[in-house]
C-alpha cells in the first residue's frame, strides 16, 4: 500500500524567510511525487512533480522540492515566503511499478500561514 | 472558461434525499476522479475512471455511485445522503500516463441535515 505523511498541520512564517513543508511517503515499488497547493475556496492546483532524473524539482510560484530516496521525504521549499503563499499544501504519492499507481494517495495537508 | 467544472458548487440537502454532483472537463483527459475532502484527511478517493467503459472503486466508494457518460462527463451520485457524508467534493481530469499531474474543478460543498 502507498502513504503520505505530512507531519505538520500548520506551518507559520514571517514574510521573506524560508518556507519547508515536509512530506514522508511509502511504496511498494518507486514513487512518483507530488505537491498541489489549494487556496480559499478553490480546487486544487498543480505545483510539481518528481517523477525522475534530478532530486531538486523546480515548479511555479518559486517553490521547489527535493527528493531524498533513503529519508523516503519530498519536502516543499520556497527561499523567500509571500504572504499570497498562504494556503493549504499537499503531498501525493503514486506507486510507479505497481497496481496502486493507478492511484494518487494525498497526505492531510499542512496549512500554511505568512505573516506580513 | 475553467477547464474542470462542477455543478453545483454548493448544495444543503436533506437525509436520505439522492443528489447527484456534475463534473464535466475540456482538456480532452480520459482519465477523471472523484474525491471528497474532510479537515485533517486530505482527499480520499471515492471513485475513478480511465475510459467511458471503465470505472472504479476508490477507498471510499460505499454509499457512493458514478456515471461516466461521455470522455468529458463524470456524474457522482449519492442515492440516500446521509449526515457523515457531508464534505467538500471535488473532481478531477488527467492525460493517461501515472506520472501527469491532476487537474481539480472547483469543489462542491455539500452539506446533508
Known amino acids: 500500500a502507498q502513504s503520505v505523511a505530512q507531519p505538520e498541520d500548520q506551518v507559520n512564517v514571517a514574510e521573506g524567510n524560508p518556507l519547508t513543508v515536509k512530506c514522508t511517503y511509502s511504496?511498494?515499488?518507486?514513487?512518483?511525487l507530488f505537491w498541489y497547493v489549494q487556496y480559499p475556496n478553490r480546487g486544487l492546483q498543480f505545483l510539481l512533480k518528481?517523477?525522475?532524473?534530478?532530486?531538486l524539482v523546480k515548479g511555479s510560484y518559486g517553490f521547489e522540492a527535493e527528493f531524498n530516496k533513503s529519508q523516503t521525504s519530498f519536502h516543499l521549499k520556497k527561499p523567500s515566503a509571500l504572504v499570497s503563499d498562504s494556503a493549504l499544501y499537499f503531498c501525493?504519492?503514486?506507486?510507479?511499478?505497481?497496481?496502486?499507481?493507478?492511484?494518487?494517495?494525498f497526505g492531510g495537508g499542512t496549512r500554511v500561514l505568512v505573516k506580513p | 472558461d475553467a477547464d474542470v467544472t462542477q455543478t453545483p458548487r454548493n448544495r444543503i440537502t436533506k437525509t436520505g434525499k439522492r443528489i447527484m454532483l456534475e463534473c464535466s472537463q475540456t482538456?480532452?483527459?480520459?482519465?477523471m476522479y472523484w474525491y471528497r475532502q474532510d479537515p485533517g484527511l486530505g482527499l480520499r478517493l471515492i471513485y475513478y475512471?480511465?475510459?467511458?467503459?471503465?470505472?472504479n472503486k476508490g477507498e471510499i466508494s460505499d454509499g457512493y455511485s458514478v456515471s461516466r457518460q461521455a470522455q468529458a462527463k463524470f456524474s457522482l451520485s449519492l442515492e440516500s445522503a446521509i449526515p457523515n457524508q457531508t464534505a467538500l467534493y471535488f473532481c478531477?481530469?488527467?492525460?493517461?500516463?501515472?506520472?501527469?499531474?491532476?487537474?481539480f474543478g472547483p469543489g462542491t460543498r455539500l452539506t446533508v441535515l
Open positions: 518528481y517523477i525522475t532524473g534530478d532530486n
Open positions: 511504496v511498494s515499488g518507486n514513487p512518483y
Open positions: 478531477a481530469s488527467q492525460r493517461e500516463g501515472n506520472y501527469n499531474e491532476q487537474f
Open positions: 475512471s480511465f475510459d467511458v467503459k471503465d470505472i
Open positions: 501525493a504519492v503514486r506507486d510507479m511499478t505497481t497496481a496502486a499507481g493507478n492511484k494518487l494517495t
Open positions: 482538456k480532452g483527459h480520459d482519465r
